[in-house]
């Protein structure tokens, strides 16, 4: 064998990294995607027009969050009574003096069990007042989002034995495993706080996880009605938590809750697109990457299809959305009527260009066809009529680029969302 051949062996593997690896069975050609009409989010249920703001405020936005609610998210059981918060750690002067860092803890009562949700906070030493906040769930528990050692390690059960996990446990060596997704020094240094949970103290991620999450905790919702785990759904939940992280954020004298940015990337990301149409409390919402069942429109079955997900993720969604696999056609709403939901506060989406499964144009797609919702406060949109080269942000209200590489959350993409921040909100 020859040397050159051997290395290109040994190469290989490497060069395919480069690319996120298509599936077979599913589309990744435009021309194969089917012809398709999309709902208009202007044309309310009765088949009338709607041509204001007043009109989607007063029944429109509605209609819309009740078809997402009974064919794909499932219902949110309310504001509880009873929730708690309690700060377990604090230091003043955390990452070297940069930052002042919080630990706090959620404490939800009226269930059977002890039930918490438990929130890493780094606000910025070098302003004064209420400063902004970017909020994200992270993926392996809040210890991975950085080394600082004072960050407590996950107690929590962790979907992956890798990373520093084992016995699907975090152990000391999975600190800082995912400080690539979080550049915190740099989002502090621009003005903002960093504020995020383990999605996993919500419920665990896997088919089961109701039995030991928020799903099993709760037998009634805030009104006292009875409340199943099939009434809401794993995204649901995580999405409703991503709520009362907000009731405590309310209670933070360290942070401006008229500036909450909502993060969150592939399942997270469809979590955070979810959040941000349902509570209007968020001042930003942003999809990285959420692709199907977040911001990538259904109907184009590129990539990942409504079928494939509620096969691999039956758990994701509630049971009515079933319904639809290789039938979404028949689907009530699209993705863009959801990001039409977060009108007409500021919405960002992120592609990846080598990140297919997400259907990256889909996601441009879905963006811009929000955009005539936003037009009836006179807001503009993606501001383009296809999707933009690689690397070239655009929008105005409705922010959209597709990075180059893969599915992930990288420093180009917290570049952008900081610009996009600034510019909002003010800064
Ligand atoms: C899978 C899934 C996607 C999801 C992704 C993730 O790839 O098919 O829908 O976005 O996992 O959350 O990482």
């Not at 319904?323 to 863009?336: S, T, Y």
Request: aromatic share 10%; with cysteine; hydrophobic share 35%.
């Amino acid at each position: 064998m020859s040397q050159r051949y051997t290395l290109l062996l040994l190469l290989l593997p490497m060069l395919m990294n480069t690319a996120d690896a298509r599936k077979k069975g599913f589309i990744y050609e435009e021309s194969e995607v089917p012809a398709y009409t999309l709902p208009d989010p202007l044309i309310a249920n009765d088949g009338s027009a709607v041509t204001s703001a007043s009109q989607w405020k007063a029944f429109r936005r509605s209609e819309i969050l009740d078809h997402f609610e009974e064919s794909v998210y499932g219902r949110r059981p309310g504001k509880p009574d009873a929730l708690k918060f309690t700060v377990t750690s604090q230091d003043n002067n955390a990452l070297g003096g940069l930052a002042k860092r919080k630990q706090v803890s959620i404490l939800f009562e009226g269930g059977d069990r002890p039930f918490a949700v438990h929130l890493l906070i780094y606000v910025p030493n070098k302003t004064s007042g209420p400063v902004p906040v970017f909020l994200g769930y992270n993926f392996n528990g809040n210890h991975s989002i950085h080394t600082d050692p004072g960050i407590d390690l996950s107690k929590s059960w962790m979907r992956k034995n890798d990373n520093g996990n084992k016995n699907h446990r975090a152990t000391e060596a999975a600190r800082g495993k995912s400080a690539s997704r979080w550049p915190v020094e740099t989002i502090i240094k621009r003005g903002y706080a960093v504020a995020t949970a383990y999605y996993g103290d919500v419920e665990p991620d896997h088919a089961d996880g109701w039995k030991d999450g928020i799903r099993s905790f709760y037998k009634t919702d805030a009104q006292g009605h009875s409340l199943k785990r099939e009434d809401w759904s794993a995204i649901t939940a995580w999405a409703w938590a991503l709520s009362r992280i907000v009731d405590y954020l309310e209670t933070d004298s360290d942070i401006d809750a008229d500036s909450i940015a909502l993060l969150g990337h592939s399942r997270l990301g469809k979590t955070s697109v979810w959040a941000g149409a349902t509570d209007q409390r968020f001042a930003i919402t942003i999809s990285n990457n959420s692709g199907c069942g977040g911001a990538a429109l259904s109907r184009r079955s590129f990539g990942e299809t409504v079928k494939r997900i509620n096969t691999s993720f039956p758990h994701w969604f509630n049971s009515s959305f079933k319904a639809f696999n290789a039938n979404e056609g028949a689907l009530p709403v699209d993705q863009h009527e959801l990001l039409a939901l977060i009108a007409p506060r500021p919405v960002y989406v992120a592609s990846a260009v080598e990140d297919e499964w997400a259907d990256p144009n889909g996601e441009f797609l879905s963006a811009k066809a929000a955009g005539a919702v936003y037009e009836l406060w006179g807001k503009q949109g993606v501001g383009v009529d296809s999707q933009p080269p690689v690397d070239t942000p655009v929008g105005d209200t409705i922010g959209y680029h597709v990075r180059s590489g893969g599915h992930n959350v990288t420093d180009y993409d917290w570049e952008q969302y900081l610009n996009f921040a600034d510019r909002h909100l003010g800064r």
